[in-house]
């Protein structure tokens, strides 16, 4: 019973939110009349939830894949011994490592007026040529490639693809270009709130849906490509590492780059590269 309770009060501490870490408010130095600095409060956008105290902590139920919190201990007619509960807990446990490779898609037409008619320059070309060999050249067997369904991030995938032939490509919705998260410091020609509002919202669910920890059913590790933009690859870093996410325009990222995280079995992530263009000659290198 003792082994029970301690597990139960485990879950209770684990069902809490990462928004916590990513969340909390972010003190920032505003000038005052003495020349001191008094701090800004960064409130967290409605969307992220109820944040909890405990900047700086790593949050090891951040996917809510947690064994203890895919097992439910609460059910009034479930009273399983030790020996089963260490079954069933062992079966909610991931056992493959998940390779994340986010592409940032080549340069393009910014000029154009419409969405459709924003393609890729002739350089923009030559860097997803570039991407895709690079890609092909590691000599990993890629599970699927998921990319952003703007003309742009389309027109990138299709290039890359030829140089990994056989891999699926799927398209959503979800990982097209937006405004995260108000960023920190502040930007003056950023956007309104109303767009980090409706954009923020998408894009966290990109990152929820798209970002954590294998099944536990998967048994090999997997390698998969995400095709989409700059500021949903730094948004999507800076959540993974529960970093401050209002810090994701503090990063920078070149076309075509690759960015590799890699999410363990445990919960844990590491930043294996960012932004990687190491493989470009400096002529075709770019960030438009």
């Given at each position: 019973m003792a082994f029970r309770q301690a597990l139960q009060l485990a879950?209770?501490?684990l069902a809490g939110g990462s928004a916590a870490v990513l969340f909390s408010a972010v003190a920032v130095g505003k000038p005052r009349a003495g020349g001191d600095a008094e701090p800004r409060v960064v409130e967290p956008p409605a969307w992220a939830g109820a944040a909890r105290p405990g900047p700086g902590v790593w949050d090891p139920n951040w996917d809510r894949r947690e064994p203890l919190s895919l097992v439910n201990l609460r059910k009034r007619n479930l009273e399983p011994g030790e020996e089963e509960l260490t079954s069933r807990l062992d079966h909610c446990k991931a056992k493959a490592t998940r390779h994340i490779f986010l592409i940032r898609h080549s340069q393009y037409h910014v000029d154009a007026s419409l969405e459709k008619d924003r393609t890729l320059t002739p350089l923009g070309r030559e860097q997803a040529e570039l991407t895709g060999l690079r890609l092909a050249s590691l000599g990993l067997?890629?599970?699927?490639?998921?990319?952003?369904?703007?003309t742009r991030a389309v027109e990138t995938t299709d290039i890359i693809s030829k140089h990994l032939p056989g891999v699926c490509k799927v398209s959503t919705d979800l990982l097209r270009e937006g405004a995260p998260i108000e960023p920190d410091p502040p930007v003056s020609h950023w956007k309104p709130e109303a767009v980090y509002y409706e954009d923020g919202a998408r894009i966290e669910a990109a990152f929820r849906n798209y970002i954590h920890r294998a099944d536990a059913k998967q048994q090999e590790d997997s390698y998969e490509i995400f095709i989409c933009h700059a500021n949903v690859i730094r948004y999507i870093v800076c959540r993974a590492l529960q970093f401050p996410p209002e810090g994701w325009l503090r990063l920078s990222l070149n076309n075509g780059s690759i960015t590799h995280l890699?999410?363990?079995?445990?919960?844990?992530?590491?930043?294996?590269?960012?932004?990687?263009?190491?493989?470009?000659?400096p002529d075709k290198i770019s960030r438009s």
């Open positions: 879950a209770c501490g067997k890629f599970n699927k490639i998921v990319h952003s369904s703007m890699v999410v363990r079995p445990d919960g844990r992530v590491a930043l294996r590269a960012l932004g990687d263009t190491g493989f470009m000659p």
